[in-house]
């Protein structure tokens, strides 16, 4: 810390808090103190204007949509079949479980 000292000039800032305050893994955190609560509270009593207003609820949709089918073959076919690959689940095997299977174990 002498390098960092002597380039500052002598003027290291303090910590925020003590370090007796800080908590540790082990111990729950420290509440806010009233200054920095002051402060935050503050900060939220600040006006930037009005608030703003929920947008619009549309209960049925617009006319005119195109159907389903004409907006899923305006995809490229590579992004579709990528799309399949990755999000498809496919059945390579078909096997017969048994009833112990199917029942939880429990020990």
């Given at each position: 810390m002498g390098e960092l000292e002597r380039r500052l000039g002598g003027a290291v800032p303090a910590p925020a808090r003590p370090a007796a305050e800080e908590a540790s893994e082990d111990s729950p955190p420290s509440l806010p103190t009233e200054?920095?609560?002051?402060?935050?509270?503050a900060e939220g009593r600040r006006d930037d204007g009005p608030p703003l207003a929920?947008?619009?609820?549309?209960?049925?949709?617009?006319?005119?949509l195109p159907p389903l089918d004409?907006?899923?073959?305006?995809?490229p076919g590579e992004v579709r079949a990528a799309l399949d690959e990755l999000f498809r689940a496919r059945f390579t095997t078909v096997k017969r479980a048994t009833e112990g299977e199917l029942r939880p174990q429990t020990s």
């Open positions: 200054a920095e609560e002051a402060a935050f509270l929920p947008p619009p609820v549309e209960t049925a949709a617009p006319a005119g004409d907006l899923v073959r305006r995809i």
